[in-house]
C-alpha cells in the first residue's frame, strides 16, 4: 500500500509524458491485444478471430499509405496478399529455407511486382491504377488455380506454424509474433508520415501543383505508396499462411480486395488507427451479426450491411469510425459548458 | 479459315457486350468525372431481376427485356439522386469509393434474394445456326450485334447531331464552362447515369443466355470494358467502342490458337505493355491540365 | 547562351492551346538580384510564361536559360516541373496553393522538400541523420516564420487564416527552397492598399536578404512601378515593351493596349 501510494504520483507523469510518444502507445495497443486471447473464457475460435483481425490489419495498413495518404485505388490487392501468403508457403516447405527468409521474400516479391505494375500504370491520371490492379487480380487468381507445382491449386496449400532459430512456435505464439509485426509496421508508418514522406504525401492530396511546385515528383510518391502497399499485403500474406496454415485460390477473391477499401474508409481515411479499427470492423462484424436473432441466420448479411455502411460513412462521417471517442469527448464537452462543469470545457480548448 | 472467321465472329459478339458496357463507363467518366465500378454488379442485379419477371409473368422475352433496361434507367437515376449528388463534399476518392458499396450490397443482396443456384437465361433468337460458306452462326448472335450497333449508332447520332447531345460534350470537356454557358450539368450528368446503368444492364441481358444467371456472370464483361476504355483511350466516346471489339476478337483469337487458359493473363499484359508505348489509347488525346 | 550577369533568359518561347497563340515568339532576361516585372492585360498570357519556365506546361519552341544554385547554365525547358525547385526557382500561384490540413510551420516545410536528402526508409527507423535534418529545416521554418512577421503562429492550421496571412506563407514557403529566383504570380491580388505596401517593401527586402532575384506578374500597377527596375509588357502572348517603369509608363503602345484600357 505504501509504496505504491508513493510509486504512483511519480509513475503518473511520466506515463502521461510517454503516452504523447506514438510508439509508447503502439506498443501499448499490442501489449493489450496480445494479451486478449488470455481472458478467460476467450475460445479458441475467438483466438482465430483476433488472428485474422490482426494478418488484415498488416494488409488494412498498407492499403492505408496507399489510398489514404496518397489518394490512389487499388480494386485487385488480394492477389498481393495471396503472392505473400504462397511464396513464403512454398519457401518454408517446399524450400525448407528459414521462415524469417520466406516472410522477407513474402514482402519483396509483391512490393517488386506493384513497382512493375505501377512503374505502367501510375503515369497516367484516373483510374488506371484500379483497372490495372483489376486485371493483375484476374491474372493471378488464374496462377493460383493453374500453377499447381507452386499452390497445389484448389487442392490448398497446408503449411505449419513458423519454426525460428529451433524455437517452434504455436497457436499463441504465433498470434504473439503477428501483433509484433503489427505493432512494428504502425510505428514505421508513423515515422515516414510525419516526416518529409508524409509531408510531401500531404501536398499531394491536397494542391498537386503546389506539390510539384516544391519538388514532390507525383509519379515517385504514388509509386512508393503502391509498392509500400503490395510489400505490406505481401507480409500479410505470409502472416495468413503461417497462422491459418492453409491457402487456397478461393481464399484470395475480389471482395477481399474490397474490404480493404472498407476497412480504411470506414475505420478513418489517412490514419493508422483507423486501418486497424476499419480491419477489426471488417472481420468481426460477420460474427458479431451472427449473434443478432434474425440476421445471424442471412448469409452475407454482413456483407451487405458493410456496403451499406462505408456509403454512409463516406455521406455523412467522412472521417470514420476513428474520430468517434474524440467526437463524444467534444459533444459531453459541449453539453456540460453550460451549467455544470464550466472546467471542463476549458480543459479541452487547451488541448 | 472458317475456323478463325468463327473466332472472330463469336470475338465480335463478345465485343458487342462490352462496347456497350465500355460506352457506359466513357459517359459517366467523362460527365460526372467518376468511374462507376459498380456498373457490371447492377447489371448482374437486373439479369436475375429479368429471369424471374421471365419465369413468373407470361410476358415475351423482349419485353422483359426492355423492361429491365428501363429499371435500370431508374436505378440509374436513383443512384445520382439519392447518392453522388449529395457526396459533393465528401474525401478525394469518395464518390467511387460509394461505387464500390454499391457492389458489396448488390452482391450479398442477389444471392440472398435469389439464391445460389445458377439459373439458365433463354436466347433471343432460339432457331438452331446458320451455315454461311461454312461458318457456323445463331441467329440470335446476329441480334446483338445488329442490336449494339444500332444502339451505337444512335447514341452517336444523339452526341453529335442534336442540342443534347452538345450539352453532353461540353459538360465533358469542361464542367464549369459548360455550366457558365447555361448547360443544365447536372441534369446532364444525371441522363448519364441513367444512360449508363441502362447499357449495363441490356450487356448483362445479352450475356446472361451464354453464360447464366449468376453473382459473377458479369464480373469478366465489366474488367474487359474498363480495359477496352484503356485500349480506345477515355477522351473520346468512340475510342472504347473500337476498343471493344478489337478486345472480343484478340480474346477468341488467342484462346483458339494460343491458350484458352492463360488468355486473359495474356490479353491484359499485352494491353498493358501497349499503354506503355499509347498511354492515352488508340485514339487518346493528351490533356493540358489548367494550373 | 546566358551572360554571367543574368539569371534567366526567355528566348523566343512560344505556346499554342487549340490553334490559339498564348505565348508568341516572347524573349525577356533577368539580371542577377534584379526585381522584374511582367505586365500585361487580362488574358495577355502573362501566368502561361510562368506555367511554361516552371515547366508546367511544356512549350511548343523556345528556350529559358537558367544559371542554377549549383551553378550551372541550363535550359529549364529539358526539365521536369518537379526538378525546377531543386535549381533555384520557385514559385507562388495566383489562388494561393496551400495544403490546408496541416499547419504553418507543416506548409514551410514543404517548401524545403527539394533540400530534403534522407529518404522514406531513413525517416521510417527514425536515423540519425533523418532526425538532424528535420530539426535543421523545423529551425530554419521557425526563423523565417519570424520574419514574416507570423512569429507564434507555427502550429496553427493554414486553413481558416486571413487572405493576407496566406499569402505570406506561401511567400515564406518559397524562401524555404533557398531560391536564386523567385516567381510571384500576382502577389498583391486580394490585398488592400497598407498591405501591398507592407508587401513591396517585403520583396525588396528579401531580395537583399536572401540574395535573390525576383520576377512578378502583376495586375497593380503601383506595386509594379513601385519595385520593379524593369518591365516588360506584353499582349497577346507578345511582346508590346521592356524598360525602365518610367519607359514603359511613358510607352505608346503599353497605354493603349494596357493602361489606357484599364483606366
Known sequence: MNKSTTFLPTLMPMLRLAWKKAWFRYVSFGVVLAALPLIPGMTSSNATILGSVVYFSIAALGFQVLLGYSGQISLGHTAFIGVGAYVSGYIVKELGLPFPLAVLAAAVLPFILGLVLGLIALRLEGYYLAIATLGLAESIRIVFIEAHGFTRGFSGFFSNYPRVLGYQFNKGSTYVFMVAILVALMILVYNFINAATGRALAAMRSSQSAAQAMGVSLFKYKLMAFAISTGFAGIAGAMYMHFFRYSDPTIWNSGLSLNLVVACIVGGIASIEGAVIGAAFVVAMPELLRIVPGLGSINGASFVLSGVVIILVLLFYPGGLVNVASDIGKLRSRLSKGSKHPERSTEYVAE | ?291 | MLPNKSILKVEHLSISFGGLKAVDDLSFEIAQNQIYGLIGPNGAGKTTVFNCITKFYTPDSGNAWFHTKQGKTVNLVDHKVHDIVGLGMVRTFQNVELIKELSILDNLLIGAHSQFKTGVLAQSFRLRKAVLEENEYRTKARSIIEYMGLGGKDAELVGGQPYGTLKRIELARTLMSNPKLIILDEPAAGLNGTETQALAGLIKQIRIDFNCSVLLVEHDMTLVMGVCERICAISFGKKLAEGTPTEIRNNQSVQEAYLGKDE
Request: include cysteine; charged fraction near 10%; proline fraction near 5%.
Open chain 2, 1 to 291: 479459315m472458317q475456323i478463325f472467321f468463327q473466332n472472330v465472329i463469336g470475338g465480335i459478339e463478345a465485343g458487342s457486350m462490352y462496347a456497350l458496357a465500355a460506352l457506359g463507363l466513357v459517359l459517366i467518366y467523362r460527365t460526372a468525372k467518376m468511374s462507376n465500378f459498380a456498373q457490371g454488379t447492377i447489371g448482374m442485379f437486373n439479369a436475375y431481376i429479368a429471369y424471374f419477371v421471365l419465369a413468373r409473368t407470361n410476358l415475351p422475352l423482349p419485353a422483359v427485356a426492355i423492361l429491365s433496361v428501363i429499371v435500370a434507367f431508374v436505378v440509374g437515376a436513383l443512384i445520382e439522386l439519392v447518392i453522388m449528388r449529395r457526396a459533393s463534399s465528401t474525401i478525394p476518392m469518395g464518390k467511387p469509393i460509394m461505387t464500390l458499396g454499391l457492389i458489396i450490397i448488390f452482391q450479398g443482396l442477389a444471392p440472398m434474394i435469389f439464391g445460389p443456384v445458377p439459373f439458365q437465361f433463354p436466347r433471343f433468337v432460339q432457331k438452331p445456326a446458320l451455315d454461311i460458306a461454312g461458318v457456323k452462326m445463331l441467329p440470335n448472335t446476329l441480334v446483338i450485334i445488329s442490336v449494339t450497333i444500332i444502339l451505337v449508332a444512335i447514341l452517336f447520332y444523339v452526341l453529335q447531331n442534336t442540342r443534347l447531345g452538345l450539352a453532353v460534350r461540353v459538360t465533358a470537356a469542361n464542367e464549369t464552362t459548360a455550366r457558365l454557358m447555361g448547360v443544365p450539368t447536372r441534369a446532364v450528368s444525371l441522363g448519364a447515369w441513367s444512360v449508363a446503368t441502362a447499357l449495363g444492364a441490356l450487356s448483362a441481358i445479352m450475356v446472361a443466355p451464354l453464360t447464366s444467371v449468376t453473382v459473377t456472370m458479369m464480373e469478366t464483361i465489366h474488367l474487359n470494358s474498363f480495359i477496352a476504355a484503356i485500349l480506345g483511350g477515355f477522351s473520346t466516346f468512340h475510342g472504347p467502342v473500337v476498343g471493344a471489339f478489337i478486345l472480343g476478337v484478340a480474346n477468341n483469337i488467342i484462346s483458339y490458337y494460343i491458350s484458352s487458359k492463360w488468355v486473359v493473363a495474356i490479353l491484359y499484359t499485352c494491353i498493358l505493355a501497349f499503354t506503355i508505348f499509347k498511354p492515352q489509347g488508340l485514339f487518346g488525346k493528351a490533356f493540358v491540365k489548367k494550373v
